[in-house]
Structures are given as C-alpha cells and as structure tokens.
C-alpha cells in the first residue's frame, strides 16, 4: 500500500531535512527556514497570545516597542490533546531576528536560530525564550539563547522530524499559548500641557522629584512598584505635591496642567461708581484678572474720589469695595 502526500507535505518533509542539517551544528548567525507563516501577532506586557500550528505553521511574534523595556522574556507553552501523535515526531524550533514577510503563506525566512526542542512529550512542552540579559533563564533548563526583541521577530515553527509520517499525523494540530515574564519594574512620565507660550516659562522654572529624587520632564523614569511622593514646583506657574502609583508592566503618564500666574478680582461697588485700574477705567469687566505685584487703584462717586496702591497673589481671589464714612457735622 503507498501513501498519498500532498504538495505542501512534500514542502514539510522538505523542511524537515533541512532543519534537521541545521541543528546538527550549533551556529549563532542567521538561518534560513521556509514555513508557512500563519499569523504574526505583536505582545505587550498584558497580553496573552495563544494560537493553533500544524507541520511546518509559523508563527511570528512583534514585541511592542513601547513595552519592551517591562518583559524579560517570553515564555511558550507547546501542547496537544492528540492522541495520533508518536512521541518524537515533531520539534518545536525557535528563532530570533526574524524578518516579517510582507504577506502571509509560504515564505523563505531567515533569522538567529534560538533552539530545536524535540516534543517527545506529546502532551506539553515550554520554553523560555530570555530577552538580553536574565540572570534567573541561567537557572532554567528550557531557557533558549537570549534575544533581542528590537530586532526582527520571535518564530515558532512546528517541525516534523519522523520520516514516512501519514498525513494524519502531519494534520495534526499544536496549541501555543505565549506569555510575557515582566521584569519588576513600572514607569511614570511626567508632561506638561497648555499654551505653549506659558509651557515655555514653566520649563525653565521647574524642579521635578519622584520619591525625592530629581526626574526630568517628558523622560520615562523607572521604578519598582509601589507609591511614589511626586513634587512639581514652578514659580507661581505650578506648585503641586501628589501620591504616584507604580505598577509593573506599565507606564503611568501623569500631566501637569500650569496656571496663568494672575489673580481674580471682583469689584463690589455702587453702579454709579468709576472704577480705574492703573489710570484705565473699567468698563464691563467684573470680575477680572491681574498680574501678581503692585497696582494702581482709583474709585470715583460723585466729588468724591479715593484712590491706593494694592499688591495682589497669583491664583488668589479679591473682593474690591469701597467704605464711605458718615460725617455729622455742627454748625
């Protein structure tokens, strides 16, 4: 009896050999591979990828470069409920620096061979793929080369190892399921917003400390988790104290709002009055602001005029009035 294999299953017995010839000497540079590539899904620190491969399926992870700096590695989890797989007969082979196709399909690929795991559990296996340097994956026996995850992709390619396979076992399907390992750090940024021309002033007058240490503006700061005392000082344009809250994995952006360095005045006085604001009458402006420092005030009411200087606050509320005294007098 002969057994039919289809065009793709010779493209897969193909690759088997081929990767096969590979491992047999342990380089470091890069290696060509042709799979099929099934999906290419992008981690970050929260998230959980878990897919389905069969013989020769690839499947491309993208580290999301904004959360790169909170995963220490990744780790893979290869399993299948199948009871029509021997032992052995396939590898999970796992690669680095992978350039991402254009399309999905059948691609010839090349990257950093990180480690061939041969699956003679047919149930579960796992891997832990390190990203650059993780003391605690030297511990670990199924830690893989470590990696850089700012260059090129992760692969995961189902391989067949076992010559004469039939086609059920070549249809057979894996589970993978990707987890991120999250260093035990979190981050703050701190950013200001408003106009421009009043950002310009704050950013030269401010002082910024975290926990207090001394932070720059707009720049991710790491620290492990935890509450954080945040102190923004500004001139008269800010002046804040806060509790921060550091969690792992994720960047927490807290915006300072700066403020007009003015102060709210509101006039309380006859209707018939004139009102004049440094020599300039006030007309249909109750309440307004003014700048913190000394001024000129002057009330008219009939014949009578009072006029003195004021020194005002910035971010500070005054009532201006009038207090006419009643002259008796005797003839």
């Given amino acids: 009896m002969g057994i039919t294999i289809g065009s793709r299953q010779l493209a897969i017995l193909s690759l088997a050999v081929l990767v096969l010839s590979a ?20 981690i970050t620190p929260g998230a959980t990828i878990e897919r389905t491969i069969s013989s020769g399926d690839v499947l491309l992870v993208h580290v999301d470069p904004a959360g790169r700096r909170f995963i220490a590695g990744l780790e893979i989890t290869v399993e299948t409920a199948s009871e029509s797989i021997t032992p052995g007969s396939f590898s999970a082979a796992v690669f680095g620096a992978v350039d991402p196709p254009d399309a999905r399909g059948v691609q010839n690929l090349a990257g950093q061979r990180l480690q061939t795991l041969p699956l003679t559990d047919p149930r579960r296996h796992q891997l832990y793929v390190p990203f650059g340097v993780d003391n605690s994956s030297d511990l670990q026996d199924n830690a893989t080369r470590p990696v850089d ?13 076992m010559k004469g396979m039939d086609s059920a076992a070549l249809s057979a399907a894996y589970s993978v399921r990707i987890v991120p390992r999250l260093r035990p750090i979190g981050a703050v940024r701190v950013v200001l917003a408003g106009e421009e021309s009043l950002l310009s002033q704050t950013r030269a007058e401010l002082q910024l400390t975290l926990g207090g240490d001394e932070i720059a503006l707009d720049t991710v700061v790491e620290r492990a988790p935890g509450i954080y005392r945040l102190e923004a000082e500004a001139g008269d344009f800010l002046d804040t104290t806060s509790g921060v809250g550091v969690e792992q994995g994720r960047l927490r952006e807290i915006v300072l709002e700066p403020r007009e360095p003015v102060a709210m005045i509101r006039v309380s ?12 009458r006030l007309i249909d402006q109750n309440p307004f602001t003014a700048p913190p420092g000394e001024h000129a005030i002057m009330i008219r009411l009939g014949d009578f005029t009072v ?15 009038i207090d006419l005294d009643i002259l008796l007098k005797q003839n």
Avoid: C, K, M
Wanted: charged share 20%.
């Fill in 149 to 161: 995850p700012g260059i090129g992709d992760i692969a995961i390619q189902l391989v067949p190892i």
């Fill in 23 to 42: 491992t047999a000497v342990d380089t470091v540079g890069a290696q060509s591979f042709r799979g099929e590539v099934s999906s290419r899904d992008t």
């Fill in 307 to 321: 006029s003195r200087r004021i020194a005002v606050e910035a971010h500070e509320e005054y009532e201006l009035a």
């Fill in 269 to 280: 006085v006859p209707t018939v009055a004139e009102v004049y604001w440094n020599g300039t």
